[in-house]
């Protein structure tokens, strides 16, 4: 069984309701789990939430809402591992077989079917525990600068301050779009990645970072 889990606590500060703030007429999360069901790669869809607000929500777009997840493990300092060790410990409880995890993040609404089917495909043929997308930093982050207290700007590695940036390595950073992991099969325990395209993705923290959002779709939208 290939199961997909997408988490969606109530208590986001930065943006408030963020995992259901209206996106084009929809709760935002509607898109990670419309495009999880159309890619019909998955057995069944969850969301992982505390929320009654937002199960119902997730429901209405064709979700299965299995518990409500507990607050201990839905604050500021909750991570993914206790999400997903959460939800693996309910399916052993009730006998449910997963043979691979795709974790899917809700304010995701760039996510391509490909993209799922990408990393699926990769999972497999590389024998792989993990595969996450990624992109690559713009700008070389071995430049990266820092300022002081009185906003005086200094290299945050002055060894390279004199490099040229094409002289300097090239970095990634996580997409935050889904991870998959294989729950099953003997693996080199290795992380696997897939690059994504500037645009194909975008990680939204604050509010100025949903309104980018919002451009890059509707450009989206607009080229097709």
């Not at 024998?127 to 070389?140: A, D, T």
């Not at 002081?148 to 590695?157: E, I, M, P």
């Not at 935050?176 to 099969?185: F, H, R, V």
């Not at 696997?192 to 975008?202: D, G, Y």
């Amino acid at each position: 069984m290939n199961y997909c889990l997408i988490p969606a606590r109530s208590g986001s500060k930065r943006i408030k309701n963020k995992n259901i703030k209206n996106f084009f007429g929809k709760p935002v999360i509607s898109y990670s789990i419309k495009t999880a069901l159309r890619s019909k790669l998955f057995d069944k869809v969850f969301v992982s939430t505390d929320s009654k607000k937002i199960a119902d929500i997730s429901k209405k777009f064709g979700a299965e809402i299995p518990f409500l997840r507990p607050k201990k493990i839905s604050d500021d300092y909750a991570t993914d591992s206790d999400v997903i060790n959460h939800f693996l410990k309910y399916l052993k409880k009730n006998k449910m077989i997963i043979n691979s995890l795709c974790y899917i993040y809700p304010v995701n609404p760039l996510l391509q079917i490909s993209t799922l089917k990408k990393c699926k495909k990769l999972l497999e043929e590389s024998n792989s525990k993990k595969v996450i997308n990624v992109g690559r930093f713009s700008y070389p982050i071995d430049r990266a600068l820092k300022l002081d207290k009185n906003r005086f700007v200094n290299f945050r590695n002055k060894k390279y301050k004199k490099k040229r940036s094409q002289d300097l390595g090239t970095y990634y950073h996580d997409a935050a779009q889904c991870y998959w992991i294989n729950l099953k099969k003997k693996t080199n325990n290795k992380t696997k990645a897939l690059v994504l395209k500037k645009f194909q993705f975008l990680d939204v923290d604050d509010i100025e970072d949903f309104t980018n959002l919002e451009k890059i779709y509707q450009s989206k939208l607009h080229a097709q």
